[in-house]
């Protein structure tokens, strides 16, 4: 995550940035300390307060500005799987990567489960 060095380029505390998306100065330093992520509503409020984009400041992008999705062809997701996304972006990493590893599994098995 580039939390913090958006942060420093732009010369701002931890605490002027929570003002700014009403949170906490803690949870700003969590973020930046990868201990826990922001959720997607905080990620929509960071890349408009930076003026960048989500892929961005998570690191998927090296490219500053935004990038258009077009979700018309994207299947909706069930509120089960809403929810599901929102607990596992609240998952520090290594939880993400066991909770990943679980699900691989699973697929895996139900996969050879089919084919028997």
Same mark, same amino acid.
């Given at each position: 995550?580039?939390?913090? !060095? @958006?942060? $420093?380029?732009?010369?701002?505390?931890?605490?002027?940035? +929570? =003002?700014?998306?009403?949170? &906490?100065?803690?949870? /700003?330093?969590?973020?930046?300390? !990868? @201990?826990? $992520?922001?959720?997607?509503?905080?990620?929509?409020?960071? +890349? =408009?307060?930076?003026?960048? &984009?989500?892929?961005? /400041?998570?690191?998927?992008?090296?490219?500053?500005?935004?990038?258009?999705?077009?979700?018309?062809?994207?299947? +909706?997701?069930?509120?089960?799987?809403?929810?599901?996304?929102?607990?596992?972006?609240?998952?520090?990493?290594?939880?993400?990567?066991?909770?990943?590893?679980?699900?691989?599994?699973?697929?895996?098995?139900?996969?050879?489960?089919?084919?028997?």
């Amino acid at each position: 995550m580039r939390l913090k !060095e @958006l942060r $420093e380029e732009k010369n701002l505390s931890q605490l002027e940035i +929570a =003002k700014a998306l009403n949170t &906490s100065q803690s949870n /700003i330093a969590r973020w930046e300390n !990868e @201990l826990n $992520e922001p959720s997607s509503g905080f990620l929509i409020q960071l +890349a =408009k307060y930076f003026g960048c &984009s989500i892929d961005y /400041i998570v690191g998927l992008s090296d490219d500053f500005g935004n990038i258009t999705f077009d979700s018309s062809s994207a299947p +909706a997701l069930t509120s089960e799987e809403n929810n599901l996304l929102e607990d596992f972006r609240s998952l520090p990493r290594q939880e993400k990567a066991q909770a990943s590893e679980y699900v691989h599994y699973l697929a895996q098995r139900r996969g050879q489960a089919k084919k028997a």
